[in-house]
């Protein structure tokens, strides 16, 4: 209907805002600079260290986690987003976490045959859990892994790359690090053999759930927190006790590559982790300052992965960062980045504005952020954004400054006069102290 008519216009219906899905974040631009600080030390460190980056698909074929992760896990029996595919009908899921697929590319691409491959990547994994602060239904991870490497090495090669991020990043007073050896598949099952045979030794002492899980899950009676059963739980035999001496070997040959390499670890005997391709190496590293969500990364070994997934036996280790739980800390400890820019252009008038964009580009050219403000208003509404823009400096060309081609210079966040200066001198007028602090 036209406007003319006399008639209002017709109120639209009012629509209810959408939200975002339950523990699935946003990243705001504020917060969001923390995580590039972390993305970036993390890309810089993975690179000193010889590990490249591969992308892999974030949707994959059902079955190859239900393959590699293990059917009876918690995050394949209850926290995949699964789905059929409309048209072929085929069973999909979001990834949970990365390295199944991984494996899946390195065996399809015959990535490691030849010679073993450094990889890392980033991205969102997805698990159905209970969000609460540090977990989430969409989170994202850093996942480095080895591939072809059997030594126990590389196993320390990750874990001293890891303690050279936390330095990086300044966290590695609050983060320690716990190690341990779940064997291989044959001495867990001959530990398991004894682990039942301990207990029903005790079985006077076994509470119910301990009754009910003893021929099915006896690893997880260890975790009870039952008072009258820990003094039995403490002497019930210990896997890492009764390692073969393959072993045995590769975890004394991690534990001095750490001690070598100055390293402090503690080693945690109950340290079982919740996926199931792991073997040998497992470890975490877990920080008190986040409550119960205290493990910041975790990893370990998986050599027999490949073949669970139809590949040659192709030994591997390697670990996830989980990144919402660093950031966290990060922001505990203080940590701040800011991605403001070195200047913020208010102008007003059409040879202003010419004269302000070409500021702008030749302060870019110096390497240097700059914003040029958009939308008009008044000298005083323009100076409110620069100064919200975060911006050390504001530069103003008005009519006259436009005719003298000169810009008036005024700091922003320390003290100082404003100052006129030729617009070819304003790179030099700002000085910055470093080009690295618009972006730290
Ligand atoms: P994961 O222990 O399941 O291992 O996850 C690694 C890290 O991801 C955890 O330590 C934690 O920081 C973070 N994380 C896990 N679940 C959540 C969640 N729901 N919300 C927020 N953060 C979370 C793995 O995923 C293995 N793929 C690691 C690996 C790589 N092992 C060998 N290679």
Redesign the pocket.
Known sequence: MSSDSGSPPAARPKVAPLQAVRGMNDVLPDESALWQRLEDAARAVFALYGYRNLRVPMVEPTALFVRGIGEHTDVVEKEMYTFDDRLSGESLTLRP???AGIVRAAIEHSLCYERPQRVWLAGPMF?H?RPQK???RQ?H?F?V?ALGFAGPDVDAEQIVMLARLWRELGVADGIRLAINSIGDAHERRAHRADLIAHFERHHDLLDEDARRRLHANPLRILDSKTPSMQAMIAEAPRLIDRLGPESRAHFDGLASALAGAGIAFEVDPRLV???DYYNRTVF?WVTDRLGAQG??????R?DGLFEALGGKPTPAC?????V??MILLLQGAGATAADAPLAYVVHSGDAAGTLARSLAESIRDAGHAAIVHAGGGSFKSQMKKADASGARYALIVGEDEAAARSVSVKPLREPGEQRAVPAREVVDAMTPASPMRATE
């Open positions: 976490e990365a390295t698990r859990e540090g977990r989430y989170f991870q996942d892994e982790r919740g996926l975490e493990t910041v990364a975790g990893g370990g998986y390697g670990f996830a960062i989980g919402e739980r």
